[in-house]
């Protein structure tokens, strides 16, 4: 019988995850390993080589460190599931003339499901993932996320949609470390190769980073469907063509193939219409946001208005001070000041201090 008890690690190959799993070992838990095969490249239209998460050789990797360790490794195939839920979702996000956020759906529809289920299988009483967050359980009975160590490292942006069942299981080891620190503990356990790793930034189902061809390459017709249209100012003057709606989003300034004698940007989307609108930068400003599909973590609701709220409207957004409404199932958000590049469907995830209030999609 182990000290801890069992948990289950979802183990993608690289080193954060990876030394995750060696640490709750030696931490007296009852490790075992899991890798979800999420994606592959035949699916993608892509002809670049297999790297990244669920590519044969991180597999390989994270089952060769679990047998070096002694602790069992399984493989989920849930190419199936991810597909229909998550490149779906960002193939109509997309024609819908917003811009998706897959790494939110992934992490609250697929694998914290995908985990705990095949967690329960195994008999692990808790699951454990390679993020740079962390989480305690606070007085009013609710488990709170709260920022990393690693300010650069942070990852609570990408998991404010995890449900409160979901959390109660779930460990990050990782939270109080930094990017560094996990890289020299990989180097001390003798995984040099490991520790030396690369990180992808890249959406990892779209490997050569070009999501226009990957919606190509998903929608056959694409642009026979939806063609060329214009390009117009804010007053409605049409000022040139571009090659589809789908292949702009807010604030896009380069590759517009348009010169207008100033800097211009994309402001809206109209794909009623297959219409792109540019304005200048400060056209881009925005004193308030409406957030959707809201999922509050800390508190189970904010019944009154709530100042000095930090917000953050993408993932390296450095925030901005707010004040947040909840209007029944959405939320208002009022900025100190304005702020640039609001682009509906991507996530607005609010903190007070440390902590992760909660957070939702963009209007």
């Avoid at 991810?82 to 811009?99: K, P, Q």
């Amino acid at each position: 019988m182990s000290k801890h008890g069992r948990i289950l690690v979802a183990m993608s190959g690289g080193v954060d995850s990876s030394v995750a799993s060696v640490m709750l070992h030696e931490q007296g838990y009852e490790v075992i390993g899991l890798t979800m095969k999420t994606w592959d490249y035949s699916t993608s239209g892509s002809n670049s080589k297999e790297t990244g998460c669920c590519s044969l050789d991180s597999i390989n990797d994270a089952r060769a460190l679990a047998v070096g360790y002694g602790f069992p490794h399984y493989i989920l195939d849930i190419r199936d599931e991810f597909g229909d839920f998550v490149i779906d979702n960002f193939v109509d996000e997309y024609l819908a003339g917003r811009t998706p956020n897959p790494c939110v759906l992934c992490n609250t529809h697929i694998k914290w499901e995908a985990l705990l289920k095949r967690a329960n299988k195994l008999d692990c009483e808790f699951i454990a993932t390679g993020h740079y967050a962390n989480i305690r359980l606070q007085d009013n009975g609710r488990y709170v996320i709260s920022k990393g160590k690693d300010e650069n490292k942070d990852q609570s942006y990408v998991l404010w949609g995890v449900s409160q069942e979901n959390l109660a299981r779930t460990q990050f080891p990782l939270g109080s470390f930094t990017k560094a620190e996990i890289r020299q503990m990989a180097l001390d356990m003798g995984q040099e190769e490991l520790a030396r790793k690369s990180e992808s930034y890249e959406i990892c189902f779209v490997p050569d980073n070009d999501y226009r061809a990957f919606l190509r390459h998903k929608v056959e017709d694409l642009d026979e469907r939806i063609g060329p249209g214009n390009f117009i100012l804010s007053n409605g003057m049409v000022v040139g063509q571009h090659n589809g709606y789908p292949y702009y989003t807010i604030g896009q300034r380069r590759g517009l193939g348009i010169a207008l004698g100033e800097p211009m940007f994309v402001t809206r989307i109209l794909p009623e219409s297959n219409t792109v609108v540019l304005g200048r930068a400060d056209e881009l400003e925005s004193s308030e946001a409406m957030v959707r599909n809201l999922n509050l973590v800390k508190y189970e609701s904010i019944h009154e208005p709530m100042d000095n709220v930090v917000t953050k409207i993408r993932y390296k957004d450095a925030g901005t001070l707010s004040t947040i409404v909840q209007e029944k199932d959405q939320m208002r958000i009022v900025f100190d000041h304005s702020v640039s590049a609001i682009a509906p469907g991507q996530s607005a995830v609010f903190y007070e201090g440390s902590d992760l209030l909660g957070g939702g999609f963009l209007c």
